[in-house]
Antibody
Framework: QVQLVQSGSELKKPGASVKVSCKAS????????IHWVRQAPGQGLEWMGW????????TYAQDFTGRFLFFLDTSVSTAYLQITSLKAEDTAMYYC????????????WGQGTLVTVSS | QSALTQPASVSGSPGQSITFSCTGT?????????VSWYQQHPGKAPKLVIY???YRPSGVSDRFSGSKSGNTASLTISGLQAEDEANYYC??????????FGGGTRLTVL
C-alpha cells in the first residue's frame, strides 16, 4: 500500500540543524510531489511548501524561506526536510504528505516527526 | 495568504448531523474546487476525508459529505458517532499557486 514513513523524533539545541526524512513506498516516487506541513504544539496545520520529485525543484511558502530546505534522494525514494539555525519556535511536529499535484489533496500523510528545540 | 476561517469548536450528540464551515475568499475557495478536508485525532497524523469539495476517498464512511457555496466550503457528518470526535481542517488551493489550511475545528461528541 502507499505509505510514507518518517524518521524519529529529534531534540536539538538552538542554532543547530536537523534533517527529517520521509521514505515513500507503494508507488512511483517520482510521479507525485511531496509536501511538507508543520504543526506547532496545540496549533493548526501550516503548509510549508512542496518539492517536485521529478525535477527536484522545491517551492517554499512565504513563511518558510531561508532556513528551510527540501531535497530528495530518488535512489531510495526519500524526501528530506532540513532546518538550519534552529529556534525554539521551530519546535513542532513536521509531516510529509503525498499530493497529486501542487494544489490537490494530501494523501497519505507520514506519521510525523517531532522536532524539539531546547537548550 | 491568510488562513481559511473555521469555527474553533462545534459539538453534537450521537446520531445527529453536524456541519463545519470553512470560509475563504475569491483568491481560494471562491475560485477553485480544490477544497479538501482532514480529520485529526489527538497524537495522530491527519487523514483525508473529502477532496475536490465533495469527493469521498475509498474507505471513508458515507456519513461524511462536502459542499461549497461561493467562498465557503462545508463538511457535514451525519449520524454522529463517538469516534468522530477529532479536529477537522479544511484546505484550499489559491490563486498564488499555494495551499492554505483553515485554523481547524474541534468536534466534541456529547
Amino acid at each position: 500500500q502507499v505509505q510514507l514513513v518518517q524518521s524519529g523524533s529529534e531534540l536539538k539545541k538552538p542554532g543547530a540543524s536537523v534533517k527529517v526524512s520521509c521514505k515513500a513506498s507503494g508507488y512511483t516516487f517520482t510521479s507525485y510531489p511531496i509536501h511538507w506541513v508543520r504543526q506547532a504544539p496545540g496549533q493548526g496545520l501550516e503548509w510549508m511548501g512542496w518539492i517536485d520529485t521529478n525535477t527536484g525543484n522545491p517551492t517554499y511558502a512565504q513563511d518558510f524561506t531561508g532556513r528551510f530546505l527540501f531535497f530528495l534522494d530518488t535512489s531510495v525514494s526519500t524526501a528530506y526536510l532540513q532546518i538550519t539555525s534552529l529556534k525554539a519556535e521551530d519546535t513542532a511536529m513536521y509531516y510529509c504528505a503525498k499530493n497529486r499535484w501542487v494544489g490537490g489533496w494530501f494523501d497519505p500523510w507520514g506519521q510525523g516527526t517531532l522536532v524539539t528545540v531546547s537548550s | 495568504q491568510s488562513a481559511l476561517t473555521q469555527p474553533a469548536s462545534v459539538s453534537g450528540s450521537p446520531g445527529q448531523s453536524i456541519t463545519f464551515s470553512c470560509t475563504g475568499t475569491t483568491s481560494d475557495i471562491g475560485t477553485y474546487n480544490y477544497v479538501s478536508w482532514y480529520q485529526q485525532h489527538p497524537g495522530k497524523a491527519p487523514k483525508l476525508v473529502i477532496y475536490d469539495v465533495s469527493y469521498r476517498p475509498s474507505g471513508v464512511s458515507d456519513r461524511f459529505s462536502g459542499s461549497k457555496s461561493g467562498n465557503t466550503a462545508s463538511l457535514t457528518i451525519s449520524g454522529l458517532q463517538a469516534e468522530d470526535e477529532a479536529n477537522y481542517y479544511c484546505s484550499s488551493y489559491t490563486t498564488t499557486t499555494t495551499l492554505v489550511f483553515g485554523g481547524g475545528t474541534r468536534l466534541t461528541v456529547l
